[in-house]
């Protein structure tokens, strides 16, 4: 393993492409973030907090002071990876004065080193507003949670003309925007290859394509925690789960039968 003495920077992320492959993962608290940091080039805590921390429908109900409160934690546990915060629903699409004040709140409270957002066209505009005032982007298009009632589900996206279009036109403005990078989610196969192979900058993948620049997944997800609705471009690594219940299991059972605690367990004896 690679020993770093410092954080890995988007300029450095920048540097990998067609270099290196690009590793990420999810974090939302200090054991999983401590425990993926040294094998991982970035960390995003993402909105998907709300789902997989907090169990709720979707990401919309994460906010912002979660989202503040998560990413430090992750930045405060963490010495290699580069940390992206995801910015909640409903706290960049206002205007760009909003964009700004909570871009800025949360790279300033939290010491993250750049903040992602769901953007397309419409949105590319405030990219650019945030950038040119100091804020990293990376750009997330395709497949766009905070979006899912537009889009009438977790559906991917790009696997007609119309919406393979559409992505790319996406991708286009928020690289003219000024995104340090796009993040691609369930975008068909050929659309992320062709955005990946036309772009200057890292494009990360999850459930895209191979030809990206790296790749992403919800940690729980390819640890075996991610529960019954695993999407369909999660592989998973490892049943954590199974290790979970036979612990718990085991400890229940020493309870139980008074075999838990033992006099080394005590003070004082």
């Known amino acids: 393993m690679t020993t770093h003495t410092r954080r890995l920077t988007i300029t450095d992320l920048a540097a990998m492409k067609h270099q290196q492959k690009i590793t990420a993962l999810t974090a939302y608290s200090t054991p999983i973030a401590r425990l993926i940091d040294p094998l991982m080039?970035?960390?995003?805590?993402?909105?998907?907090?709300?789902?997989?921390?907090?169990?709720?429908r979707s990401t919309l109900a994460m906010g912002l002071e979660e989202t503040i409160a998560h990413t430090r934690a992750v930045v405060d546990c963490t010495q290699h990876a580069c940390v992206?915060?995801?910015?909640?629903f409903g706290?960049?699409?206002e205007s760009f004065a909003q964009a700004l004040r909570n871009c800025a709140r949360v790279l300033a409270e939290t010491g993250c080193d750049a903040v992602k957002l769901e953007s397309n066209q419409a949105l590319a505009p405030t990219v650019a507003f945030l950038v040119e005032r100091g804020i990293p982007v990376m750009a997330h298009i395709g497949l766009m949670p905070q979006f899912v009632n537009l889009m009438g589900g977790y559906k991917a996206q790009g696997l007609t003309e119309t919406s393979a279009t559409t992505i790319k036109q996406d991708a286009q403005a928020n690289l003219a925007a000024g995104a340090f990078s796009l993040l691609l989610e369930g975008v068909a196969e050929p659309v992320a290859r062709y955005i990946s192979e036309h772009s200057a900058v890292p494009c990360?993948?999850?459930g895209a394509s191979p030809a990206c620049d790296g790749q992403i997944l919800v940690t729980e997800d390819l640890l075996g925690?991610?529960?019954p609705n695993t999407p369909r471009f999660v592989k998973q690594y490892a049943d954590?789960?199974?290790v979970i219940r036979a612990g718990c299991e085991r400890y229940a059972n020493d309870?139980?039968?008074?075999?838990?605690?033992?006099?080394?367990h005590c003070y004082g004896c």
Do not use: H, N
């Not at 709300?50 to 709720?56: E, F, L």
């Not at 309870?255 to 838990?260: A, C, D, L, S, W």
């Open 84 to 88: 992206i915060a995801d910015m909640p």
């Open 225 to 227: 925690l991610g529960g």
């Open 41 to 56: 080039d970035f960390i995003l805590v993402g909105d998907s907090t709300a789902m997989v921390a907090y169990g709720r």
């Open 255 to 264: 309870v139980r039968q008074g075999e838990f605690p033992q006099p080394q």
């Open 91 to 93: 706290s960049y699409q």
């Open 204 to 206: 990360i993948g999850i």
């Open 240 to 242: 954590v789960a199974a």
